[in-house]
């Protein structure tokens, strides 16, 4: 019985998020499925991978992080960029 309610809450979670996710704008969608299939990226590849512009791309994640989607973490090779990635991906 417990688990059939995990699974079940589970299910209502990935609902929610495909809930959240639809109601983003066009920009961030495909950011988001650009991070979700290749992992972490700095915003000038997110930009170069979507061919959107930097200023979109910034607005994208701002609403990504916004959601609560989205991990910033620090880069090592440039400490001027950021990496960003999903929560909960799966790489």
Known sequence: MQK???VRAEGEDEASKRERIAQLSPSAKLVYKVLEYSGFLTQKEIAKETYLPQRTVRYALDR???EGMLI??????DA???LYGLKNAQH
Do not use: I
């Open 72 to 77: 910033e973490k620090f880069y090592f090779k």
């Open 80 to 82: 001027r960029q950021s």
């Open 64 to 66: 990504l992080k916004g």
């Open 4 to 6: 059939e309610e995990f």
